[in-house]
């Protein structure tokens, strides 16, 4: 395979298929018309805003989850298999998914001595390993979500 | 299309001045670079380069203070700057060419030396819909200070000023007008000669953002009669964290220093101090020396070349990149005002700016993404942000060809 050809595979494993489709059809987009918890993650560099917002019952499970807000197709696709991800988990199990995927895009991608997280189709978003300015596109609703779940008041960021 | 001679030599000396530029002797990801980020931050060409290295190798030293050789070769330099930039704008006086760290210091020093002293309450600073954040943030922070108020002119859906509606916001109680020569985000040309004979009509001071005028077009402060004139080296050819602000004599006398510290005075004692004379009264510390010295190198360059040939090789290309661009199918432009520079934004489909970004990239393809520091502009064309491609002196038509076909690209991935 040419140089060429692999910088362009890159591009392409970026943009695979199930980015592209939540990016164009994102999952839970909108309101809940019933939340307890919410935060906003904020990208000052680039400027995307999204809001993630949060239904979770009293014993910790999580009953409902939606985002709104305008960004990449990366950042959209992540909130979106997000939403779709941590919906019937409880609360410190989609804490743990938080922990495993910024571990999994950002660093070594262990767990440091934690069980492993199975990650199943947040894989996709792996193409960003190889794009270091994306990679808090891909971040940016996580850090949303840990955010929520901690009651921060100030909207979280990639910074 | 039939050239002219004049076209035609106009086109030799330009074209020829890419292979002066060491950065653009490279691939990137593997496909000759086709840098269209100009307007973020311009190349160095060689010149500037060695320049800066020599100085940096020989004569190094703190200038205005040793009577030693190194002390004078960094001193002579340093004012040899100077005259080079008085020259690129035509300045009538090396003390109204005070240096700066760039744009944003200049227009900071004019907030806080010409306008938190003199203004109140009762007084305003104008600006437009289409500044950059530099000039917009320095004037809110000073009227916060003063009380004075801070009024918007708008622009139209080409990006265009608002001619009359700006005219009539000239009111007797403002006190200063700051407006872009050419907008970063639209490349929109204001027609500054006029706007500064109608605000000078009515006792108004002018200051010009002239950081994306002065790498594409031929400057002449005492033509514009301008009062202030703010600009940065690095989007001229010259190093980071140099600009200069040019401040017509009688204004810069009258008004207080920026900064305290060394350079800037004649003597201090702990009864009182006096401060130097200008331009060294808004010099305080150490400056940018070996900075300086490559900026006034860089102005060397751009006369030895000529900016009346950039000007006529930019606009060219820019009509080309243009035409180009709105051929592709969902292409929507934003800024098509009927007078611009160097400056194309534009939007691709639903595609956002980033993931073009990045796929461009891929194809050796440098444009900037995002607000372009102007969320005034993205929030009236309704759009977070837009892709800009922006060129400079060493562009070519391949550049803008290797944007065509990398935009091709992102339509196909995100088809």
């Given at each position: 395979m040419t140089a060429t050809g692999k910088q362009d595979d890159d591009v392409r494993d970026l943009y695979r298929e199930l980015i592209l489709d939540h990016a164009r059809s994102p999952r839970h987009f909108g309101k809940l018309p019933h939340m307890t918890h919410t935060a906003e993650g904020i990208n000052p560099l680039c400027g995307d805003k999204l809001k993630l917002y949060l239904d979770v019952a009293?014993?910790?499970?999580?009953r409902d989850a939606s985002f709104e807000g305008s960004g990449c197709a990366i950042s959209v696709a992540s909130a979106s298999l997000l939403t779709d991800m941590i919906v019937g988990l409880e609360a410190n199990q989609a804490i743990r998914y938080f922990e495993a995927v910024t571990a999994h895009l950002?660093?070594?991608?262990?767990?440091h001595g934690r069980a492993p997280v199975d990650l199943g189709k947040l894989?996709?978003?792996?193409?960003?390993r190889e794009f270091p300015a994306r990679v808090k596109c891909a971040t940016l609703a996580w850090h949303a979500l840990h955010s929520a779940l901690r009651h921060d008041a100030a909207p979280a960021t990639t910074e | 299309m039939t050239q002219t001679p004049q076209h035609q030599e106009t086109s030799a000396s330009v074209s020829?001045?890419?292979?002066?530029?060491?950065?653009?002797?490279q691939e990137i990801n593997n496909h000759p670079i086709a840098y269209l980020d100009s307007a973020a931050s311009a190349q160095q060409p060689a010149v500037v380069i060695e320049t800066v290295a020599e100085y940096q190798r020989y004569d190094h030293a703190n200038v205005h203070?040793?009577?030693?050789t190194l002390s004078h070769r960094a001193t002579d330099a340093y004012e040899g700057a100077r005259d080079h930039l008085r020259e690129f704008i035509n300045a009538?006086?090396?003390?109204e060419i005070v240096f700066t760290s760039g744009t944003t210091e200049s227009i900071n020093l004019v907030a806080q030396s010409f306008c938190r002293p003199q203004f109140g309450a009762d007084d305003k600073i104008l600006i437009t819909h289409l500044e950059h954040h530099s000039n917009i943030v320095p004037w809110q922070l000073v009227c916060e200070q003063t009380g004075a108020e801070l009024v918007v002119a708008p622009i139209d859906e080409r990006g265009e000023l608002e001619l009359e509606r700006l005219y009539e916001l000239m009111?007797?109680?403002?006190?200063l007008l700051a407006i872009a020569?050419?907008?970063?985000?639209?490349g929109t040309i204001n027609p500054v000669y006029d706007i500064i004979r109608e605000a000078h009509s009515r006792d108004i001071p002018v200051l010009v953002d002239g950081a994306q005028g002065v790498p594409h077009m031929a400057v002449d402060v005492q033509a514009l009669d301008c009062d202030f004139f703010a600009f940065s080296g690095h989007k001229m050819f010259g190093p980071t964290g140099t600009g200069v602000l040019y401040g017509k004599e009688k204004l810069l006398d009258a008004m207080p220093p920026y900064q305290g510290g060394?350079?800037?005075?004649l003597e201090v004692s702990f009864s009182g101090t006096t401060f130097n004379e200008l331009p060294y009264k808004f010099e305080a510390g150490t400056p940018n020396i070996s900075g300086m010295i490559g900026l006034g190198a860089a102005a060397a360059y751009l006369d030895s070349i000529g900016l009346r040939h950039i000007a006529s090789w930019e606009q060219d290309l820019l009509d080309y990149m243009t035409r180009r661009l709105s051929e592709i199918e969902g292409v929507r432009l934003i800024g098509t005002a009927a007078n611009k520079a160097s400056v194309q934004s534009f939007l691709v489909g639903d595609i956002h700016p980033h993931d073009l970004g990045t796929i461009l990239d891929h194809q050796g393809v440098a444009i900037r993404t995002g607000h372009h520091c102007a969320m005034p502009v993205m929030d009236f064309f309704g759009v977070p942000g837009t892709a800009r491609a922006s060129l400079a002196l060493?562009?070519?038509r391949n550049d803008i060809d290797q944007l065509v076909m990398a935009l091709a690209t992102a339509r196909e991935i995100f088809s």
């Open positions: 009293d014993d910790d499970t999580i950002v660093g070594d991608g262990k767990m894989r996709a978003l792996e193409g960003v | 020829a001045c890419r292979n002066d530029f060491p950065a653009l002797q203070r040793g009577v030693h009538s006086s090396r003390s009111t007797d109680d403002v006190r020569h050419v907008s970063n985000a639209l060394g350079d800037m005075i060493y562009n070519n």
